[in-house]
Nanobody
Framework: VQLQAFGGGLVQAGGSLRLSCAAS????????MGWFRQAPGKERDFVAS????????TYADSVKGRFTISRDNVKNTVYLQMDSLKPEDTAVYYC?????????????????WGQGTLVTVSS
């Protein structure tokens, strides 16, 4: 499956952004999906994940209550609504499709990755 993330940009602290990730190729609805982020000089970290049906979501503690992951299996798209943004949310955000079993927060369990979209939050 090919993934393309977009929607990043520059926003002031306290603002909002909505990231989208469009999928093509294999059946999108077969895969749980996740969002990860990587700040300069840091490892890629889990942000949020959603099951194939959209019935269950998981969030990193750092974004819980501020970010919302959702998906539309008709449009083959997964979203990340980001509210109350903080400067520490600045990173390149990646969407990914989980291709291996196990917990959804592990980078190694995702086999397909988008190219990333940069989110910059100014103070």
């Amino acid at each position: 499956v090919q993934l393309q993330a977009f929607g990043g940009g520059l926003v002031q602290a306290g603002g909002s952004l909505r990231l989208s990730c469009a999928a093509s190729g294999r059946t999108f609805s077969n895969y749980p999906m996740g969002w990860f982020r990587q700040a300069p000089g840091k490892e890629r970290d889990f942000v949020a994940s959603i099951t194939w049906s959209g019935g269950s979501t998981t969030y990193a503690d750092s974004v819980k209550g501020r970010f919302t992951i959702s998906r539309d299996n008709v449009k083959n798209t997964v979203y990340l609504q980001m509210d109350s943004l903080k400067p520490e949310d600045t990173a390149v955000y990646y969407c990914a499709a989980q291709t291996y079993g196990g917990i959804s927060i592990k980078v190694a369990n995702y086999g397909y990755w988008g190219q990333g979209t940069l989110v910059t939050v100014s103070s």
